[in-house]
Nanobody
């Protein structure tokens, strides 16, 4: 069984910073793409940022230049450094990963709340 456990969410004022972490545990051979999604109330879940096992990154236009995704393959952990936060960044942030054992399976974390006050 594989688990993704997120941490680092919270309440921050506009202009502030937060760092999210997501650690994968369980039966893992390798992890392909890891990413962060978010879902605000009344809106669809959207991709925030993703990083491949080779380090290639992809960002939503709304966070480019403010957020940075990184990963530590030795720790099976992905990070999201969020700077210059805006009220519109308020959402539940979910970790996502493509994890390979015998087959590649997509997993989601339980989500962590990020609230940015104006």
């Amino acid at each position: 069984q594989v688990q993704l456990v997120e941490s680092g969410g919270g309440l921050v004022q506009a202009g502030g910073s937060l760092r999210l972490s997501c650690a994968a545990s369980g039966r893992i051979f390798s992890i392909k793409t890891m990413g962060w999604y978010r879902q605000a109330p009344g809106k669809q879940r959207e991709l925030v940022a993703a990083i491949t096992d080779s380090g290639r990154t992809n960002y939503a236009d709304s966070v480019k230049g403010r957020f940075t995704i990184s990963r530590d393959n030795a720790k099976n952990t992905v990070y999201l450094q969020m700077n210059s936060l805006k009220p519109e960044d308020t959402a539940v942030y979910y970790c996502n990963a493509d994890i390979m054992l015998l087959l590649t399976t997509n997993y989601w974390g339980q989500g962590t709340q990020v609230t940015v006050s104006s």
